[in-house]
Every structure is written in structure tokens, then in C-alpha cells.
């Protein structure tokens, strides 16, 4: 989500402009702090883009450091908004389109925005408050867990407007803590968060792991686990979807990180549900869920495995299931190698249909957003073929209304998810 990719065939954002053959007029910005971007970018940003790509600037403020406060002015010094200036391909992210600051004003008017915007369902504590861009508020993400927050940075230059954001959150909703986090791009890795404090930013810790409710179930969060605190609300939708479906089916569940999806599936009839994750803690977890939520684990199975052994093992054995869910994690390290979506998905795809029963369900989905709608077709159209089955489209799914995708910022259209049969 952090850019478009540089494959013109692969394009899912808006296309950067092409570097010029000659270098561009320097027009300095007017005194202050701030930057000067070429004509592309500043038709992009009259259409409501909320970034400026580094190479998009041709004259800025000597001296502008990462996290400093920056104007964004066209060629001709009209000024087309206020952002944080950063040292990355993103060079500045825009909070606003007019020359005020960014101070609890600017950031309560956003955040209460975006509050107003979240209609919920009944019985569910569990919400995500911005979703960055799509809320105006590029590089930040606000998920509230009953009584606590976490805030996920997408670059350790917006530290700089950490108190007022913070400030502005705490005047829009009753909260007993925030935490920080970060969640850094595969271009800068960890290195440029080694500075920033992540864990808890403000309140009060609280005795163990809260409980949270979806939809009337209930799931343990731990905030300190980092932002992947233990239920993921994009995919709220298509558990809610799937409700009515579970009843008296046998159940796959792959990378199945806490169990979300498990226990959605025993709660709603599945006569089995095998949960597989490489993880043991994270199974501890999945258990743990099953219990807040009164379900036997008898009639259950939780493997601490890996997802292909764990597949080939069950076609070796002749093993069917009704639904077999795979939502993986977009790249991934293990004791068998390094797991991408890119490079593995088709034959992750081949592997669930070889011990999926004749007309059952494969929930298939990514939320890799430089995996095109188009490309991500293509890997399950191959990995059938592998297989020699055919998919059938049953549902497309998308994000719940707590996670908006703004048409104006092409990269917040992440999610795949698609319900097939097989």
C-alpha cells in the first residue's frame, strides 16, 4: 500500500511520473518550511492524492529534516496543503489542503470525522477509528479494542505530531490507554524505527489480555503484541457473511494466526474445525478463544504446523473438508523457507483444493495491495488448474465501514477475498 509498484502491468496506485530527461526549474519555496512539487504532482494533489513521492520535488527548504512540519506549494507558490516531511519514497503525507497547522485542532477535526463516518454492528467492541488515507490521515491507523487504542505509524517521521494526534483521539473517545506501534515498508525495514517507542504511549496498562467482542463473540487482544494485536476488524464482513454458512461442515482453517475464523465456525454449527498455525503461543491463543466463548475443543483439532506439511499430510490420508479458509500473511519466515503471496499463492491454492470435497467453499484472500484484483485471479485460476478443479466466484467480499476505501487514493482498495466453489 505504500506506493505503486514500478511494473506498469502491475500497477494498483497512481502512477508516478516518469523522471525527467533534464532536471526540473528550481522554484524555491516562499520563507518557512517547506517544499516545491512539479506540475504531476500537484494535479494529483487537486484530485485529493495525499502523498508527494520524493522525486516529485523540485525545490524544498534547506535543512528539512524527517518529521518536520512542511507547505506543500505548487511551481507558482499557490499553496496546496500542510504534511509531514519524511526521508523515504513517500516524502511528504498531507493532514491538510489548506496552509493552517497540524496541531489537536486540525487532528480532532479529522479523528471525529472519521468517528462519525462508523455506523457498527451490534455486540462488537473491536473497531478500527481511522484507516489512514482513507480518513485523511496518511500513514496512521487507529484500532480501538474496548477501552484501549493502538496507533500504527507507517514511518517514524510522524513521531513529530504524536502529541497532538494522541491529545485530539483522547477528546473523541473515552479511553483508559494507548498504545504505539509501527509497521514498517519493505524499503525502510525496522532500521528507521530503532529511535521510536513503541508499547504503551499513554494510561494505564491493563491486568492481562482484554476482552473484546465481534459481533457477540469474544476474543482476548494483547496490545503489547505489536499492531497485529490478535483479531484482524478488516475481515469482520466476511465472518459476519459466512455466519449462516458453518453449520454442520467440516472446517479448514490455514495461517489461522488466533482463531477469529475458528471460532466463528464452531459458534455457528461446524461439526469440525481444524485450526493450523506454525506458531505454538499463537495456538495457546486460538485455544484460549475457544474457551472465552464456552466451545468444546473436543470435537476440534489445533496443529501446530506447517501449512504445506500439514496439507500434503492430509491428501496423503485422503482427508476432505466442506470450507477451508486461506488468508495467509503476505510474507513470512519459517523454519521452510520464506513465504511470499507473490510467489506462493497458486500453489498454496492447488494444495487446499487436492483435500477440498467435491462443491465445497474455499475462502481465498490477501490484503497485499500490490497484488492486483487481475494477478490475484491468476493465482487461483492457476493453482485449480494444478489441481484440476474448477472455482466458481460465491461471494466477493470487502472491507466492513470501519475500514473506508477513499476513491481518490487508488492504493486503499487492498483487500481480496473472494468465497469460491471448488
Known sequence: MRGPPKNKKRRQGRPQARRPSRPPRQAAPPPGTGVVVNGYSDGWLQKGFPWVYREE??????????????????????????????????????????????????????????FDRRVLPPETTAWRLVHGESDDMPGVRIEVFGGLAVITLDTPALQSVLPPLAAALRAVVPLTSIWLHWRPSDEDGDARFSDLSRGLYWGEA??????????????RVRPTAGHDIGLFCDMREVRAWMAPHWAGRRVLNLFCFTGAYSVSAAAHGA???????????????????????????????????????????????????????????????????????AKDYKRLVAACLRVLAPGGWLIAATNLGAISPRDFKGYLIDGAQRAGRRL????????????PAALHFPESRYLKCWILEG
Open 57 to 114: 520535488i523540485t525545490a524544498q527548504t534547506p535543512g528539512l529534516a524527517p518529521g518536520a512540519v512542511a507547505t506543500i506549494y505548487n511551481e507558482q507558490h499557490a499553496v496546496r496543503g500542510v504534511g509531514v516531511f519524511d526521508a523515504a519514497k513517500v516524502a511528504v503525507r498531507r493532514f491538510r489542503e489548506d496552509a493552517g497547522p497540524l496541531d489537536q485542532a486540525c487532528f480532532q477535526a479529522l479523528i471525529q470525522a472519521a
Open 206 to 219: 491493563p491486568e492481562g489480555d482484554p476482552v473484546v467482542s465481534e459481533l457477540g463473540l469474544r476474543y
Open 271 to 341: 461439526r469440525e474445525v481444524v485450526s493450523v498455525d506454525l506458531s505454538g503461543p499463537i495456538m495457546e491463543r486460538v485455544r484460549g478463544n475457544f474457551d472465552e466463548n464456552g466451545l468444546s475443543q473436543e470435537s476440534h483439532q489445533f496443529w501446530v504446523e506447517d501449512t504445506f506439511k500439514a496439507l500434503d499430510r492430509l491428501r496423503r490420508k485422503g482427508e476432505q473438508f466442506d470450507v477451508i479458509v486461506a488468508d495467509p500473511p503476505s510474507f513470512s519466515h519459517g523454519p521452510e523457507g520464506t513465504w511470499s503471496v
Open 392 to 403: 466458481r466466484v460465491i461471494h466477493e467480499a470487502s472491507t466492513p465501514i470501519d475500514v
